[in-house]
């Protein structure tokens, strides 16, 4: 249980606005399920570096386990909370401190949703290139602090190569402020990229310098049906190729989730036909409009004479273009059966349709009338599947991880393409990881965080 005596040391320099307890915490959850109450007793909603450094320091001290939230967002439990941690939100932190428009770069408090930065980039005519289904609640400290990855990977690369500098607060309060805003920096170690990607496990990310990029002056999306998977990896190489550069996504849905999206309820509506192999999202952005427009209307009459394509249906607004990328980001609908169980994997691109065919294989041999869909940033090897838990019985869940995990060592997949380990996936990290990683892992936690204070149990 929680100390009274830390309790009351906390309250005695925290404000009031900045302490959350008892009824007070009706209504708040520990993660993006909604419907289950959270755990913790008390929930502190710190507003500066200063103050998560007070909070650090008093529970270090204390051994108290402290737990962070950003936009709860994640998919990996990851901000589970129990009865015995503190959880410190960064809901207070929303500031984007200042936008730099010649060297494009913002600083930013981790409680800014990345959706905040996009519109606030936009307005000086620059963006921030990172962008994913839940931008509007999402956090930039909790996308550093999973390496979020999203639609753009394959042009902008992952949050970490958008990351300049940080500020984060080590377990025992020190603060290391490392806000570079440099692209080339080489004095010594990169430390910024001890926070990135380490879910929190080795100190709270509170400030961030991020790399902005020129507003795209253009935006050209088409969708397009294809019937094989070799003329798929052959029309990402040939859209590569023609569009010299400013190819930014290309999203395909396995047949499944196509239709699933599409048809009704779904407020979707086909952009082609039902009834081939794969659909594909391609999207370019560019800043000369006219001839954008020409080089992508261009590859895609080359790609439909080469037959790569068998239909396809060009964006002629951004409306169209908007109701074209709602397609990909229509997650939801997977949830018209009930409950699922989803899953976020990576691999090389060529193992993908062998490794989808083993993962049907096995799923339906258990169950045969089962239900799961596929879809993904398929540029990137990034998939996404989500299964159904309707009529599978209530221990399947273990069953599902074997399936869809197990045949990713053979082929040099990663469990985890973007979503982090958190709780869920900590036990089949040494699918991803061999043992000698996995120990230095170890060294570098207990070397920032000893006594194991900074959201116990997540990676390990």
Not at 267 to 274: S, T
């Amino acid at each position: 249980m929680i100390s009274g005596d830390l309790v009351a040391t906390l309250k005695s320099f925290l404000p009031p606005a900045a302490i959350v307890e008892g009824a007070d915490l009706k209504g708040r959850s520990s993660n993006w399920r909604l419907d289950q109450p959270i755990a913790s007793p008390l929930l502190l909603r710190p507003a500066s570096t200063e103050e998560v450094s007070r909070i650090l320091a008093e529970c270090h001290a204390a051994r108290q386990p402290v737990v962070v939230h950003g936009g709860l967002t994640g998919l990996v439990h990851g901000t589970d909370a129990t009865e015995a941690d503190i959880v410190v939100s960064m809901e207070r932190m929303r500031s984007v401190e200042s936008i730099d428009s010649v060297q494009r770069v913002a600083v930013a408090q981790a409680g800014v949703t990345l959706q905040q930065l996009q519109e606030a980039a936009d307005a000086q005519g620059l963006s921030f290139p990172l962008d994913l289904g839940a931008r509007g609640s999402a956090t930039l400290g909790g996308n550093a602090s999973t390496n979020a990855g999203g639609n753009r990977v394959l042009r902008f690369g992952m949050t970490r190569d958008m990351v300049l500098g940080v500020e984060a607060v080590l377990a025992d309060g020190t603060v290391i402020s490392s806000m570079n805003r440099l692209i080339k920096n080489n004095a010594g170690y990169d430390l910024k990229q001890l926070f990135v990607g380490s879910e929190g496990t080795l100190g709270l990310i509170t400030r961030m310098v991020l790399r902005l990029r020129e507003k795209p002056a253009r935006q050209d999306v088409a969708f397009a049906a294809v019937d094989d998977f070799e003329s798929l990896t052959r029309l990402l190489k040939h859209m590569d190729r023609a569009l010299g550069g400013s190819l930014s996504a290309f999203e395909v849905m396995w047949p499944a989730f196509y239709r699933l999206v599409t048809t009704e309820p779904a407020k979707g509506r086909p952009p082609v036909p039902h009834g081939h192999a794969y659909y594909v999202l391609i999207e370019a952005m560019g800043g000369d409009s006219p001839a954008d427009a020409q080089r992508f209307d261009a590859a895609l009459e080359v790609a439909l004479e080469q037959g790569l394509i068998v239909d396809a249906a060009i964006a002629q607004s951004q409306t169209e273009a908007a109701a074209i990328w709602a397609l990909r980001d229509d997650v939801l609908q997977t949830r018209q059966f009930g409950e699922v169980f989803g899953f976020d994997v990576s691999m090389p691109i060529a193992e993908i349709p062998a490794y989808v065919d083993r993962v049907d294989a096995g799923f339906h041999r258990r169950w045969p009338d089962g239900r799961f869909w596929v879809f993904g940033h398929m540029g990137d090897g990034n998939l996404h599947l989500v299964f159904s838990r309707g009529g599978l019985p209530d221990d399947a869940h273990e069953t599902v991880e074997r399936i869809v995990y197990e045949p990713l060592q053979a082929i040099g997949g990663s469990i985890s393409a973007e979503h982090g380990i958190g709780i869920e996936k900590r036990r089949w990290l040494p699918m991803s990881r061999n043992a000698q990683e996995i120990a230095l892992m170890r060294t570098l936690k207990n070397a920032l965080d000893p006594r194991g204070i900074l959201n116990p149990g997540r990676i390990f």
